[in-house]
């Protein structure tokens, strides 16, 4: 088994900035890709941004492309997101996801393992 822990989530103005870490342990000596997905009160589960085991394939929702980074430390078993530029619609509830494999996925049901999540509130 493998547990998801994310932070750095807070309260942010808009036009701000925060980078949210979700680190991995237990089972991993294994290849996975990540993902970061998000819920906004009343709003279904939705993609956010996803990457490869390697690094180096990413993929964004349309709604946070140029906005957001996602990356991954492997040494550290952590994957990040830098989010810029941040608006009050990216309030939410955010989560990390494992999918076993080396190749990400903008499915949610195709993940393996979630965390508990991390707020982030976006003022106005």
């Known amino acids: 088994q493998v547990q998801l822990v994310e932070s750095g989530g807070g309260l942010v103005q808009a036009g701000g900035s925060l980078r949210l870490s979700c680190a991995a342990s237990g089972r991993t000596f294994s290849n996975y890709a990540m993902g970061w997905f998000r819920q906004a009160p009343g709003k279904e589960r939705e993609f956010v941004a996803a990457?490869?085991?390697?690094?180096?394939?990413?993929y964004y929702a349309d709604s946070v492309k140029g906005r957001f980074t996602i990356s991954r430390d492997n040494a550290k078993n952590t994957v990040y997101l830098q989010m810029t530029s941040l608006k009050p619609e990216d309030t939410a509830v955010y989560y990390c996801a494992l999918r076993w494999g080396t190749s990400w996925r903008y499915n949610s049901r195709e993940y393996d393992s979630w965390g508990q999540g991390t707020q982030v509130t976006v003022s106005s």
């Open positions: 990457i490869s085991w390697s690094g180096t394939s990413t």
